[in-house]
């Protein structure tokens, strides 16, 4: 380790020794999760963007191929995109092959998470569950559970007297699109989604990375057609690789680099009521109707909304995407009608024309892309990460040879939109 | 909430009462262009951070589409004009570099 930092920021284990150790002492001795170093002058990698999916690709950088010289370079804090704005879902349900390989890799990664970064994630595989409200919907999950079924993903269609049974407080027999069964996947869940970024930056620390914060890149500084480093708010920094790995500003990122992207960003909103009683303990997914609910550790009904049709940087969302949510889930769950709402925000989401992700090289040698998660990128972080670092450091990666940012042009999609139909 | 001023009839729509037709003044590519320039019309957007021209149709008023230009950052509206423009119109392109003095132009034919 090269920091200053280094020798004091060395991870001591977090454990149960450790917690009766910090209450003999007045919890005196806890030490901060990860250093705020001074930039290097090189670094053999950077990554843009310190969210979910730019950590796990820095953490699998180093754990899975020795490259510990890194910087994660982030404009706002840690975490405070996407990654602590989404619905925390995770599942694997994908009906494409290439989708179903790399979201099964991730929601297995996330089965250890916890244990691997020794930082308590919260995953919670409660289940979840995808309704099945039309004719049309029911063929459609049926083929995925088959697909899935292929592809080792476990799920399975369940009819309406299960879905009853596994959630007491939902009305199958609603007046417009009665529940006629639903695609369960039982090892599926939740997990907290700032501790994924928290863990992941506390073991990236650990290892001797820097996560720099507060600092924004301004530029790509290239020699012919290979990058050479980044402008920054805090001055030049130079690299080997880089890669960008920023979400809805992907399309901002791409330009400063020199190249386009085909992404389109808008706001993606979700809500959050007041504490509630336990009274749903699994994720249910409504596409039809389009709302999608889970009950947080704290009794908070977490509620998923839509996204605005038109391209936006603003993280609030329209406000009538609220309403049509909120109506589709009173008429799903009638119980909720008298619920109050605490808070609301937006995030934007980097949408494909498929709907799927882009895990790619660019067209300037060294850089890598890491973006078009759109609406579901969450679930993904561990295997995006898994497969990006393995892109990075070999320049190929089996997860992410159909997710390459040239696959418009073959027309060779992924195509998750009509599979998947809505938000996914 | 959005609202647009539909230039054919004249409302002030809630974006309620718009259809968004996404990007506006794409140059067209069809059989015998090359893979790039067809790649880049179906796929590719400019997607900015800033000022953007977009197709816009009032769906529950009068129908028809139209054009309208406006901040993807601050959703500030800069001003609407017809579907058939090739570009924008002046009127359009001076509130534009009044309000964002430097913004700088790209070509639109």
Redesign the interface.
Known sequence: MDSKFGDIFRMKRYSVFAVAREAARYHTGWQRAWASPEPKKKYDVIIVGAGGHGLATAFYLGKNFGITNVAIIEKGWLGGGNTGRNTTIIRSNYLQDPSAALYEKSRSLYETMSQDLNYNVMFSPRGVMMLAQTEHEVRGYLRTAHANALQGVATRFIDPAEVKKLVPIINIHGPRYPVLGALWQPRGGTARHDAVAWGYARACSDMGMHVIQQTEVTAVRKEGNRVVGVDTTRGPIDCDKLGIVVAG?S??MAERAGF??????APLQALVSEPIKPCMDVVVMANTVHGYMSQSDKGEMVIGGGTD??????QRG???HIEETVRALVETFPMISRLKMLRQWGGIVDMT?DRSPILSKTPVEGVFVNCGWGTGGFKATPGSGWAMAELMAKGHSPLTEEFSMFR??EGKFIDESVAAGVAH | ??TLHCPYCGVHAD??EL??G??AHLKRFGPGAS??DF??Y????????GV?F?RWRHAYGCGKWFLAARC????EVFGTYPAQSTEPPQHVRDAISAKRPGWTWREFS
Request: aromatic share 10%.
């Open positions: 500003h399309g901002v386009r992207l085909p992404i389109e960003s049709s038109y391209n936006a940087y603003t329209s406000f009538h024309g418009f042009r | 909430m959005l974006e309620t259809a968004s996404g990007e893979d790039e790649e880049g179906l796929f590719m957007r400019e997607n900015p951070k953007h977009e993807t950052n601050t959703l």
